[in-house]
């Protein structure tokens, strides 16, 4: 599993804890796709049957999953929605494609800092760096251009 995937499923932790069911479906889906053992879905029924279903969702989640390899977390999300829990599935493919909702503010603020940032910055220009006393403001400033053709011929 990719460090990025270890990432989310960490981040996501609570939200799973508390949204995932442990339904037969899912964990044969994960068993059929061999994301978990046998002996994983024992321990996994053990747990839930002693203790809670968030207490077999922990240490699915921390325990068993980040170490079944590379394809273990799509695996997951495959089976997360042939299990009916596709809105879990979206909510992970969301912070995947980094516009989790926890982060989006996050990201709209950086960008506009980093817009008035540049625009602050880039607003004008010193032509003489040795006078700091002197810049032009780039809105005052007009530069014309024309394209011209040269060919040429050898003949």
């Not at 809105?87 to 926890?102: F, G, R, S, T, Y």
Request: negative net charge; glycine residues 2%; proline residues 3%.
């Amino acid at each position: 599993m990719e460090d990025r995937h270890k990432e989310y499923l960490q981040k996501n932790r609570s939200f799973l804890c508390s949204e995932i069911s442990l339904s037969a479906v899912l964990l044969a889906k994960l068993s059929e796709s061999g994301v978990i053992t046998d002996e994983h879905l024992q321990k996994l029924q053990n747990i839930e049957r002693n203790d809670t279903t968030k207490a077999a969702v922990f240490e699915f989640l921390t325990e068993v999953l980040p170490k079944r390899g590379p394809e273990a977390f799509n695996l997951f999300l495959e089976a997360l929605c042939e299990s009916q829990q596709e809105h879990i599935a979206d909510h992970l493919k969301q912070c995947l494609n980094d516009v989790c909702p926890e982060d989006a503010g996050t990201f709209e603020r950086l960008r506009a800092e980093l817009q008035s940032h540049y625009k602050r910055r880039l607003a004008s220009i010193r032509p003489m760096p040795w006078q700091q006393d002197i810049y032009l403001n780039l809105t005052d400033v007009f530069v014309e251009r024309q394209l011209k053709l040269k060919t040429n011929h050898k003949g």
